[in-house]
């Protein structure tokens, strides 16, 4: 048995959740619904006119990592962050729900800070989300230890990490070293405008070395370039073994081996949708590590995704076990 | 008129929120449903030993006026933070509800810290506050701007102050402003066993100086060491012109004037008691300060604090003025 199921690589951040309004949005030239970078100065003037916020670990890759962990999986997380207050509640979240993480964390010497993701929850539970990347841009393949990508069943791959400098060396050194033991690759594309900015790394990794891809309906269509969900996924499935796509009220479809699933979404009220995909692909990563089907794993998915957009915050609240017992997926 | 309806005196700090149980809490010696007192090493220990958690804004008084300012009162805050990122989320929340609030920052030299209340909140709803003073712990007579403090109608004093060493001098220097200029004065208990621990301080404050007295069950009994809280509540009566006690699911009791009310509670599931008393006190203050009477601002107390139990976190999550409409207070 390999020491880990998953491992993950990602931007650490913490979140800084409050609720804004559409007009909010234009007035801040702030595209509704995706992932922004901003830097230091411009997240200082956005955090001036927000309302009073709360703060709780995020991270696309470290949301899923936190879900497995909380589901009793065996996983760790690469990421980085500072020495400061922040870094020290995203390790704490991350380590208090089982997962492994250990970082060397930058010490605070001004120039960067630990990473941190406006995210501002319109009335419809849409998150639009403004990045300041900070130390967490700054991974590089020195980061990766492969004797640690050895020992994983797999490794989750998050697409915002394409927007590092030095990711791309960093998640070849960690493919080679999972690969080179018999692991598999899973990547999940993030952003629809990431996919945009980065179309030809995606597609040449995704090709060459993934064995899972996760997205959702727009980053689907926006990584191949078609009209419609159904084209892309045709697409995908001739480059993929396993495609787990979220599509969300309308659920999600799963195609590997030659079968597709579609799974129904979880009727429920959403609050706040930060960290949906990231909770349908920590599941599904946990259900297929823990030997459930496919059509199972993306039922948990659902399930997962459902618990999180029910309130604020992409981390669980409840016992997602109890969840898929209830369900009875478990 | 005035420039402040009300200026708050506390303790600063970030709550980390975090669920737990009763064997937690007996397991790390927590005295269940009141604040204790740790030091740096403590708070380190127990953070390492409580699950993922989140952050919000705290301060028992500093919700107080969160909460006047979310009303669209006047408002102001008195506490110390440090030149750190939880000191800069404590500035931006209390300021973003719209309150006033000016503190020259403390560097940060690695000896003291932005303060934190580990807040674990168990199945029935109980908190249970374990307070990490830093920075806040040195509020000092210096921090007082007697002109700010004649310039309010009222000023609020948190009986969590009455630990730090200079309290004292703070706030009888803040009292002699605020009266010097028919300002009044409102003091809130905090905690029944800080009560205890300053007992003869705080009632030679109170019968000198109070003309509003803000306590629950267990910090009047505490104060006035009868057995029933209606001993207790005519003892208050004796010494302070406005009394106004919450009494949990059994609502509150308002005196004034030689007449009582008896306010029900709000029916309401409680997720975290955490704020209750503080919303109440901010609510009953905006309202007497907006020429509501003594009986409507015991209603649209009950109704603030209905509101701050249902959720986790000490500030108001939805418009308060929308719930006093709703229940025609207002």
Redesign the interface.
Known sequence: MKKYQVIGIGNAMVDVLSYADDAMLARHDITKGVMQLIDMPRAVAL??H????????GGSAANSI?AIAHLGGRTAYVGKVCD???GA?FA???R??GAVYETKMAPMDGAQ??GRCIVLVTPDGERTLNTYLGWSEFLTAGDIITDDMAQAEWIYLEGYRFDGPESHAAFSKAIAACKGASGKVSITLSDPFCVERHRAAFLAMIRADADLLFANHAEMVSLYQTETLEEALAHAAQDVEIVACTDGANGAFVIANGQRWHIDAIPTQIKDATGAGDLFAGAFLWAITNGHSYETAGKMGCIAAAEVISHI?A?PQQSLRDLFVAHRVL
Chains 1, 2 share one sequence.
């Open positions: 955090y001036s927000i309302g009073s916020a709360q703060e709780v670990s936190a400061d207050q922040l509640i704490h979240d991350l208090a729900q800070e630990t915050g981390r």
